[in-house]
C-alpha cells in the first residue's frame, strides 16, 4: 500500500512538473533588441469645410453684374510606413521599453479659395479672378518613446509616450487675373500676377498611445496601436496681394493628427 502511494506521489509530481514546463514554455519573455516595419492611416482632429457664394447675378441699369466665391479647408488624411527598432526588459510579468521610428508618407492636405467678379455694360467689361491654393505637408517624421506594458501569455499590452521630430512645409500660390479690354479701370489689357509662399521647418511634438502585440511564430510578433502625435503650428505668409504688401491672410495648419498602425517585428 505503501508502495502504492509512493508511484502515484511520484506520478503527480511529474504530472505536475510536466504541466509547470508547458506553462513556462507558454509565457513569452519579451526581453532583447527588436526591429521591424509598420504601416497604417493618420487623421488630424479638425474636420473639412467648405463654403460658397454664387455664381449670383444682379442687373442695375443695364449693367449686369456677375460674382462668386468658394473655398475650402481639407485636413490631413493619409497612409504612412516606416521602419522600428527598440529594446524590451521584462521582470515578472512588467515590461520596460524604449522604441525609436521613422516613417514616411502621404500625410497632408489643401486649402483653397476661389473668387470671381465680373461686369457689363454699354459694351464695356470688367472682370477679376483671383485663386489661392495653399498644401501643407508632412515630409518625414521620427519619433523616440519609452514603452510599460504588462505581459500575459503570449501577449503584450503596452502604454507608450515621448517626443516626436516632423519636417513640415507649407507651399502656397495665388493667381490674379483682371482684363480690361475696354481701358475702363485704366488698366487695358488687364493684369496676371502671380504669387507664391513657403515655410518648412522641423518641428518637435509629443505622442502617447496604446497598443497590443503578439508573437506568431519564433521570434516574431505582430501588433496594432492607437498614437496620438501633437505637433505645434506651421504658417505661411499670404501668396497674394496681401503678402506682396506685407500682409497677413496666410494659412496656419495644427498638426494633431490620430494614428492607427500594424506592425511586424523580429525579436532577436
Do not use: C
Not at 483653397?112 to 457689363?120: N, R
Amino acid at each position: 500500500m505503501r508502495l502504492k502511494n509512493l508511484g502515484l506521489a511520484g506520478g503527480l509530481v511529474s504530472v505536475l512538473a510536466l504541466g509547470g514546463s508547458a506553462v513556462a514554455q507558454e509565457t513569452t519573455d519579451w526581453t532583447g533588441f527588436y526591429a521591424g516595419i509598420f504601416g497604417g492611416y493618420g487623421l488630424d482632429s479638425d474636420s473639412s469645410s467648405g463654403s460658397s457664394i454664387g455664381p449670383a447675378s444682379i442687373t442695375i441699369g443695364g449693367t449686369a453684374l456677375d460674382g462668386s466665391l468658394a473655398s475650402s479647408t481639407g485636413r490631413i488624411d493619409g497612409i504612412f510606413g516606416g521602419a522600428t527598432a527598440g529594446y524590451n526588459y521584462q521582470h515578472n510579468n512588467i515590461v520596460f521599453g524604449v522604441e525609436g521610428n521613422v516613417g514616411l508618407g502621404q500625410l497632408g492636405q489643401t486649402n483653397s479659395s476661389d473668387l470671381s467678379v465680373s461686369f457689363a455694360g454699354g459694351g464695356n467689361s470688367v472682370s477679376l479672378n483671383s485663386s489661392e491654393r495653399t498644401q501643407y505637408d508632412i515630409n518625414w517624421y521620427s519619433s523616440l518613446v519609452g514603452r510599460l506594458g504588462l505581459a500575459h501569455g503570449s501577449w503584450l499590452f503596452t502604454l507608450k509616450g515621448g517626443v516626436v521630430l516632423a519636417d513640415a512645409s507649407v507651399d502656397a500660390t495665388s493667381r490674379l487675373i483682371v482684363e480690361d479690354p475696354n481701358n475702363v479701370i485704366g488698366i487695358a489689357p488687364g493684369i496676371d500676377v502671380p504669387g507664391s509662399s513657403n515655410a518648412s521647418q522641423v518641428l518637435v511634438g509629443t505622442t502617447f498611445g496604446f497598443g497590443a502585440e503578439t508573437m506568431i511564430a519564433d521570434n516574431v510578433s505582430i501588433g496594432a496601436e492607437y498614437a496620438y502625435v501633437a505637433l505645434p503650428d506651421l504658417s505661411a505668409p499670404s501668396p497674394g496681394i496681401g503678402g506682396l504688401l506685407g500682409g497677413g491672410g496666410g494659412s496656419t495648419f495644427g498638426g494633431g493628427i490620430h494614428q492607427i498602425k500594424a506592425s511586424l517585428n523580429y525579436h532577436f
